[in-house]
């Protein structure tokens, strides 16, 4: 497919558009058993441990080649499998050619394995999040944690983790299948609990992060993933205005108001 993309490219390229990056679905989700681990899924026959969408072999390859044309990466991974597939896949794209400063990213990442966190920043991968999965809804409680087990699930949603280990991190939306507000995300991302007080307690509270943080994710740190952080991201002289006015301080507020 890499031929094809570089023509879209070529062809779409533009001051409005830049079609410069590559989105690889490497797995499915925890919920249907399509996400891919590390080990099997608990209470499934059969040695179950996920679908991975990119046999690991040909996604080194392929990864490799899109970095030498130029292209981003943007991994959708899910399971701590496929976590590590993606990262080896970058790992191996920069023994080839180096860092050629693409900005590759993995999105979703609601399970890592602990080798695994150095290896964002050694890598300059980005952790891309959408914190408004963070907490212990119906999903995680009755569909993930009795698949996955007590060890693993204290790992889910690793976001202070994450930005302890000195990684970039940044946050998304995954709209429309979640909400665009930011604010929501936001929230939840400080206080590791459902909106609307859907939960009173904090899930994995260890990886909470502060509003300071939370916010560079949803303004400079996306920038930066998106390679426009000299246009846009924070309010600076010579920027472009891409900005809100809000009705109230949000540092003078608590986080569920």
Known sequence: QIDGIKRLR?????????PGTVKIMQDGILENFTAVLLQPYLKKPGNVRGIPMVEPTLLKQAVTRLDAEGFQVHFHAIGDGSV???LDAIEAARRQHGDLGHRDHISHLELIDPADVARFRELGVIA???PL???ADDYIT????PFLGPQRSSRLYAIGTLYRSGAVVAFGSDWPVSSANPLEE???AITRMGLAGKTRTPF???????LPEALAAFTINAAYTNRLEKTTGSIEVGKKADLIVLDRNLFAIPATA
């Open 186 to 188: 936001i929230q939840i």
């Open 142 to 145: 009755k569909l993930t944690m």
């Open 204 to 210: 994995l509270p260890a990886e909470r992060i502060q």
């Open 133 to 135: 999965w963070a907490f």
């Open 10 to 18: 070529d062809e779409y390229a533009s001051a409005l558009i830049d």
């Open 84 to 86: 590590r597939q993606a």
């Open 128 to 130: 891309n999040y959408q």
